[in-house]
């Protein structure tokens, strides 16, 4: 039999055949490698968008993985050391003393404001609870004096009566992890903290945290329960170190009229909404406990530098080269502005609710 390849018109025929063949082969392998590609592409973009989904995380009593592996952020990424979650959390505690307050209107009209002025709102019906929880992490020995902070508390003699704010439940914890990387976790004496008067109004806590190396994580967490309705604590978001979230979570009875100041920077998101509380009673004779309308004020900002911190990289930078600096993100702040109510006494200046050394 005659083999195709013996009829000599036929070799260019076969011979640009196969040339094809090879051709689509590599382009076939081409259009895999360039798919395989953009796959890991978007994988590494799904770890990366799972990462920031991750981080921050506001769950308090064990530091997550990605914490323990986090050194920071584009412009922070040099610092030593870094607040990784900082919350507040500010309810109300009314008693039924108040629940004779006509909640059919959240607005503030003459016939609330009698209603308030007659239920005689003070630390007997009516109280403030803060609950703040902050987690640092220490990025170098240089960063060991982060691991301290100070917290500032009402404490005041007016005349025979003593009005103080209680400092509650102040825990304190470190965590290291040893040669073997686990995760070991040390609990601090809150007795050793001194304390120390500011003015005839306020004190000061000095939490001090020995033995502290780098890669520790601490947590700081605390309760104050205050018998001044119409004062609240003011909130700083911009720490001496770089903060990856700090969050107030505010609620307040709506018959309490405040002025909120909520910071305006494109780091710092605030809003409000209706919300409800519950009174606190003994009264064995109510079926179901009463509510009052509140203004809910949620207010949170995200990767905030410190003031006049450096910046690492400015899209305007030339060569890399650029002496911009974060400018000041301003407090949280909050007055009361109801007709007739004195204005508690305000802190010392250049003293917080909460700073960290």
Known sequence: MMHFTSWPFLRPIIKNRLWERNQSIKIMETMKYSFRKLLLIAALAACVSSVNAQLPNEKFGKPSNLEWDFKGWGDAIDADAIILCKTMKVTYRLSDQV???????????????????KNQIDESNTLVNYEVKLRTKILKPEGAGHANI????????????IIL??????????????????????????????????????????????????GSIIEYQYNITSPRPTFLYDWVFQESIP??????????????????????????????????????????DMKKGKTCITNHYFIVGDYILPEGYALKRNPSSVDG????????????????????????????????HLRVK
């Open 99 to 117: 629940s004779n307050f006509n909640q059919s209107d959240s607005g503030l009209g003459s016939d609330n404001i009698t209603d308030f002025s």
């Open 321 to 352: 080269k650029s002496d911009a600096t974060e400018n000041k993100i301003a407090d949280f702040t909050s007055e009361i502005s109801m007709p007739g109510v004195t204005v508690p006494v305000k802190m010392p200046e250049g003293s917080t």
């Open 165 to 214: 704010d209680e400092l509650s439940d102040l825990k304190v914890r470190v965590f290291t992890k040893n040669e073997k990387g686990k995760v070991e976790k040390r609990n601090i004496d809150v007795s050793t903290f001194a304390k120390e008067r500011l003015d005839k109004n306020y004190k000061v806590i000095h939490v001090v945290v020995p033995d502290v190396q780098a």
């Open 243 to 284: 903060t990856v979230r700090s969050k107030c979570d505010i609620d307040i009875p709506a018959f309490l009229q405040f002025k909120m100041n909520a910071p305006i920077d494109k780091l710092i998101k605030s809003s409000v909404e209706v919300g409800h509380l519950a009174y606190d009673t003994n009264r064995s």
């Open 150 to 161: 100070d917290i500032t508390y009402f404490d005041s003699e007016d005349g025979n009566k």
